[in-house]
């Protein structure tokens, strides 16, 4: 039997694990500031920018519930040459007795449609690592379904494609990992299954002034056997420098976002979450701050930073 206060713990687990303990699909991590995250979801992002760009997230979610969600994600990617990019990133995914690392590396390749316009397409490679103690639940140990996990390796493949205008628009499809991985204790019970979660990503920036521009952006993700999460997203920049925003997840959560444009290669964005569920009861939202540094090219006038 469960205790009681280890219900909304649980709860969280069915969440990110899609249909219970005995195994089917795990939700990759969630992140409000996607916009400025969109190597870690899409490979083909990878040098997308033309310098590099180092990246590290901070999320908290779900604060002042024990056992919340907790992430921390760091990228980089740089262009070689013309047409290839480069990335690595890594992260750290705690929920309640689960654990779950990361490592990447991503490599695209972008051809010229036009004047303006790229597509780029990228491949992802690197490993998980899932551990998973419930006997942090306190579980009946001759459960079957709440046998430990314990440093589970599992192989990650991905791969997406990334179609942009130069400063206008963005649009981008990918599955972050194409391998459907089965997670076992000693007598072969499945504890966990992840499976490939698919995306969309786009965006349209409109000129509003000549120092203010309009962003709405969407991102969509689909896992089978969880539901469709769909997040939108509309950003404004002013001069060039800040950044104000708000965010609607669908059946789950609305957002603020801001971002600062600190020097010419360091911006800073934090966004709030507050929780439209019923789990919203239980905490008072989530938190995500966002750090970017770039090396920029000093033989290149930066003009006007692209806000995407």
Same mark, same amino acid.
């Given at each position: 039997?469960?205790?009681?206060?280890?219900?909304?713990?649980?709860?969280?687990?069915?969440?990110?694990?899609?249909?219970?303990?005995?195994?089917?699909?795990?939700?990759?991590?969630?992140?409000?500031?996607?916009?400025?995250?969109?190597?870690?979801?899409?490979?083909?992002?990878?040098?997308?920018?033309?310098?590099?760009?180092?990246?590290?997230?901070?999320?908290?979610?779900?604060?002042?519930?024990?056992?919340?969600?907790?992430?921390?994600?760091?990228?980089?990617?740089?262009?070689?040459?013309?047409?290839?990019?480069?990335?690595?990133?890594?992260?750290?995914?705690?929920?309640?007795?689960?654990?779950?690392?990361?490592?990447?590396?991503?490599?695209?390749?972008?051809?010229?449609?036009?004047?303006?316009?790229? /597509?780029?397409?990228?491949?992802? *490679?690197?490993?998980?690592?899932? $551990?998973?103690?419930?006997?942090? #639940?306190?579980? %009946?140990?001759?459960?079957?379904?709440?046998?430990?996990?314990?440093?589970?390796?599992s192989p990650l493949v991905g791969a997406g494609v990334?179609?942009?205008?130069?400063?206008?628009?963005?649009?981008?499809?990918?599955?972050?990992?194409?391998?459907?991985?089965?997670?076992?204790?000693?007598?072969?019970?499945?504890?966990?299954?992840?499976?490939?979660?698919?995306?969309?990503?786009?965006?349209?920036?409109?000129?509003?002034?000549?120092n203010v521009k309009l962003k709405p952006a969407v /991102?969509?993700?689909?896992?089978? *056997?969880?539901?469709?999460?769909? $997040?939108?997203?509309?950003?404004? #920049?002013?001069? %060039?420098?800040?950044?104000?925003?708000?965010?609607?997840?669908?059946?789950?959560?609305?957002?603020?976002?801001?971002?600062?444009?600190?020097?010419?290669?360091?911006?800073?964005?934090?966004?709030?979450?507050?929780?439209?569920?019923?789990?919203?009861?239980?905490?008072?939202?989530?938190?995500?701050?966002?750090?970017?540094?770039?090396?920029?090219?000093?033989?290149?006038?930066?003009?006007?930073?692209?806000?995407?």
């Amino acid at each position: 039997m469960i205790k009681h206060n280890n219900i909304i713990i649980v709860l969280m687990l069915l969440i990110f694990f899609g249909m219970g303990f005995s195994g089917h699909a795990q939700q990759d991590s969630q992140y409000t500031q996607y916009m400025y995250n969109t190597q870690t979801i899409n490979p083909a992002y990878a040098g997308n920018r033309g310098m590099l760009s180092i990246n590290g997230l901070y999320r908290n979610q779900w604060v002042g519930l024990d056992g919340a969600p907790e992430t921390l994600n760091f990228s980089l990617n740089t262009p070689v040459g013309r047409k290839v990019g480069l990335g690595f990133s890594f992260f750290s995914d705690e929920i309640g007795p689960s654990k779950e690392q990361q490592l990447a590396i991503d490599v695209s390749y972008s051809i010229k449609i036009s004047e303006n316009t790229k /597509l780029a397409f990228g491949v992802k *490679g690197g490993f998980n690592l899932l $551990d998973v103690n419930f006997s942090e #639940l306190n579980f %009946n140990p001759a459960d079957p379904n709440a046998q430990n996990v314990n440093n589970q390796l599992s192989p990650l493949v991905g791969a997406g494609v990334y179609w942009h205008h130069s400063d206008k628009w963005y649009i981008g499809v990918s599955v972050p990992n194409l391998l459907e991985t089965d997670h076992y204790d000693d007598v072969v019970v499945s504890t966990a299954s992840e499976r490939a979660t698919f995306y969309a990503i786009a965006g349209y920036v409109f000129d509003l002034s000549d120092n203010v521009k309009l962003k709405p952006a969407v /991102l969509g993700k689909a896992t089978s *056997g969880a539901p469709l999460a769909v $997040d939108l997203t509309a950003n404004v #920049l002013f001069h %060039n420098k800040f950044t104000l925003g708000a965010a609607y997840r669908w059946d789950a959560a609305v957002s603020g976002l801001a971002a600062f444009q600190v020097t010419d290669q360091i911006m800073v964005g934090y966004a709030y979450d507050f929780d439209t569920t019923d789990l919203g009861n239980y905490n008072s939202g989530s938190h995500e701050i966002f750090l970017r540094f770039e090396l920029i090219n000093r033989t290149k006038r930066v003009v006007s930073p692209r806000f995407f």
